[in-house]
C-alpha cells in the first residue's frame, strides 16, 4: 500500500502544480493590468476591498472547508449530497450575516461608499459560491474539475476586469461591476459541476456538527492565509493611507511566489494524510508526512533562491517605478511566509486525529499576540512591522505546536504498544 500511496501522491501533486501555476498567471496578470493603469491610490483601494472579501469568506465557514478536507473522504456515498447540501446553505448564509455585522466597519472605519459596500455584497455571495465548489472539489480529490473550474474563473476574471481597465476611465467601482460579473458566470459553471454527481441532495443542519468540531477550534489557524494575504493591508490602512497599501499589496504579490511549493503540497496533503492513517495508524501518518515534508522542502529551497535573485526583475515586471523600492519588503514578507506554510504543515496532522483542541488554543493565542504586535510594530517600523508581527507570533506558535505533535506521536505510539 506504501507504493500505491507514493504514486498516487506523485499524480496528484503532478496535477496539483497546475493549481498554483494558474493561481500565481491569473494574480501577476491582474497586478499588472491593475497597477500600471491605477493611480496608486485607487490600486490599494482595490487591494483593500480584496483583502477584505478573502476575510469574510474564509472566516464566516466557521472553517468548514477545511474540515471538508478531512471529513469528506470517508463519508458514505448516499450522505455526499446531504453534507454538499448543507454546508453550501450554511457558508452562504453566514458570510452574508457577517457582513452585514461588520457593515459598520467597512463604511467607516475603511472607508468604502455605499455604492462600492452595495456592489461588494453582491460579489461576496457570488465570490462565496466559487469559492464553496473549489472546496467541495479539493475536499474530494477532483483534481482535474479544480483545475478547469479554477482556470475558468480566473480567465473571465481577467477578461471581464482587462476590459474595463483598459478604457480611458475606469473607477473601481467599474471593476468591481466587471469582477462581479465574472463571479456570476463563474458561479453557474461550479454549480453545473457539483449537479452532475448523482447524489441525493437533502438539507440536514445536524449534520454540520461534525465539521464544526474539526473545525470551530482551529479558526485561528485557518486565519494563516488570511493574515499573508488579507489581514496585514487591513491594519496598514487603520494606521495609514491607500498609499501604503498599494506599496505593501506589490512586495505582498511577488512575496506569495514562496507559497507555490506549499499550494502543490497542501492541495492534497490533509487528504493523504488521513489515507495514512486509516492504512498505518500513526506510523502511517508519519510515513506520508515526510514524504511530503521532503517534496516541501525541496521545492522550497528552488523558490527561494529565485526571489532572492529575481524578486527585483518581478517587482519591475508586474508594477511600476513606484513601487522598486519595495523588494526588502517582500524578502521580509517571504520569511513570514515561510514560516506560515511550516506552521499549517504540523498543524494539519492534528486536525486528522481530531485533536484540534489541543492546538486550537494555540492558535487564539498566536492570533491575539500576531495582533498586538501589529498594532505596536506597525506604527513604529512602518510596513516592515506587518511582517515583523507574523514571524514573531507564527514562530512562535511553530515551536509550541512542533512540541504538541512531537507529545501526540508518542501518546498514539504509547497507545499502539498497549493494544
Not at 478531512?70 to 447540501?85: C, N, R, S
Not at 508586474?318 to 519588503?329: M, N, R
Amino acid at each position: 500500500m506504501a507504493g500505491k500511496i507514493n504514486l498516487a501522491i506523485l499524480k496528484n501533486l503532478s496535477y496539483s502544480l497546475l493549481l498554483p501555476l494558474i493561481r500565481y498567471s491569473y494574480g501577476f496578470a491582474l497586478v499588472i493590468l491593475l497597477s500600471k493603469n491605477l493611480p496608486v491610490a485607487e490600486y490599494g483601494q482595490w487591494s483593500l476591498l480584496i483583502s477584505t472579501l478573502g476575510i469574510l469568506i474564509t472566516v464566516a465557514s466557521l472553517n468548514t472547508m477545511y474540515s471538508a478536507q478531512i471529513i469528506l473522504p470517508e463519508v458514505e456515498k448516499d450522505e455526499l449530497g446531504t453534507d454538499i447540501l448543507t454546508l453550501g446553505l450554511f457558508k452562504l448564509t453566514f458570510t452574508f450575516f457577517v457582513f452585514l455585522v461588520v457593515l459598520y466597519f467597512l463604511n467607516v472605519h475603511l472607508e468604502f461608499s455605499g455604492s462600492i459596500l452595495r456592489i461588494f455584497a453582491a460579489l461576496l455571495i457570488f465570490r462565496t459560491i466559487c469559492d464553496f465548489v473549489f472546496g467541495i472539489l479539493r475536499a474530494q480529490l477532483r483534481v482535474k474539475e479544480q483545475i478547469v473550474f479554477f482556470f475558468v474563473e480566473s480567465a473571465l476574471i481577467l477578461a471581464f476586469v482587462g476590459s474595463v481597465i483598459l478604457r480611458p476611465s475606469s473607477p473601481v467601482t467599474e471593476l468591481l461591476k466587471a469582477f462581479l460579473l465574472a463571479e456570476i458566470l463563474a458561479a453557474a459553471l461550479g454549480i453545473i459541476i457539483l449537479l452532475r454527481q448523482k447524489f441525493t441532495f437533502r438539507l440536514r443542519p445536524h449534520r454540520l456538527r461534525k465539521y464544526f468540531v474539526i473545525g470551530v477550534p482551529l479558526i485561528p489557524f485557518a486565519f494563516l492565509d488570511l493574515i499573508v494575504n488579507a489581514i496585514a493591508p487591513i491594519f496598514i490602512k487603520l494606521f495609514d493611507q491607500y498609499e501604503a497599501v498599494a506599496f505593501y499589496s506589490i512586495a505582498q504579490k511577488v512575496a506569495m511566489l514562496i507559497l507555490i511549493p506549499f499550494a502543490i503540497i497542501n492541495n492534497v496533503y490533509g487528504q493523504y494524510l488521513k489515507l495514512g492513517k486509516l492504512d498505518g495508524g500513526i506510523d502511517g501518518a508519519l510515513g506520508v508526512m515526510k514524504q511530503f515534508f521532503i517534496i516541501y522542502i525541496l521545492l522550497l529551497g528552488g523558490a527561494l533562491l529565485g526571489l532572492v535573485f529575481l524578486g527585483e526583475w518581478i517587482i519591475a515586471l508586474v508594477s511600476t517605478g513606484a513601487y522598486i523600492e519595495a523588494y526588502p519588503l517582500m524578502l521580509t514578507i517571504a520569511v513570514a511566509n515561510i514560516v506560515v506554510t511550516f506552521s499549517s504543515m504540523v498543524t494539519t496532522l492534528f486536525a486528522v486525529y481530531d485533536k484540534t483542541r489541543i492546538v486550537g488554543t494555540v492558535w487564539i493565542i498566536v492570533l491575539v499576540a500576531y495582533i498586538a504586535l501589529s498594532m505596536v510594530l506597525i506604527p513604529k517600523f512602518d510596513l516592515y512591522g506587518a511582517a515583523y508581527a507574523m514571524i514573531i507570533s507564527f514562530g512562535v506558535g511553530l515551536i509550541i505546536v512542533s512540541i504538541a505533535a512531537l507529545m501526540l506521536v508518542k501518546q498514539m505510539k504509547n497507545d499502539h504498544d498497549t493494544l
